[in-house]
């Protein structure tokens, strides 16, 4: 199982950037696959997740993200994005996508078990 994430950079706050994650090894339409971000100084968290129970879609984010981040995968190319608007030096981390165990996740970080190197996203003026 690999990860590979792509698509950081630095940007001025309000700009846009969109997160990339291919992975090989297994197939994002059966596991819950989410994005996970880390400040200087700060812990792991997550930030958003995409998951599947039976036939229902469900996608989670954290309040600091919500109605600027936009998370979709992309099941023929096995990739998954993290479409990031509005930024904000706040959101200045490095961003890792994640592989769950299972097909859903509420975003738990213990349910994550495959993970990418991460990709830098700097928003600074």
């Known amino acids: 199982v690999q990860l590979q994430a792509s698509g950081g950079g630095l940007v001025q706050p309000g700009s846009s950037l969109r997160l990339s994650c291919v992975a090989s090894?297994?197939?994002?339409?059966?596991?819950?696959i989410g994005w996970f971000r880390q400040a200087p100084g700060k812990e792991r968290e997550g930030v958003s997740c995409i998951s599947q129970e039976n036939d229902d879609m469900f996608t989670f984010y954290t309040d600091s993200v919500k109605g600027r981040f936009t998370i979709s995968r992309d099941n023929a190319k096995n990739t998954m994005y993290l479409q990031m608007n509005g930024l904000k030096p706040e959101d200045t981390a490095i961003y890792y996508c994640?592989?769950?165990?299972?097909?859903?996740?509420?975003?738990?970080?213990?349910?994550?078990?495959?993970w990418g190197l991460g990709t830098l996203v700097t928003v600074s003026s």
């Open positions: 090894g297994f197939s994002t339409g059966h596991y819950a």
């Open positions: 994640a592989a769950a165990r299972r097909s859903y996740s509420s975003g738990s970080e213990g349910d994550f078990g495959s």
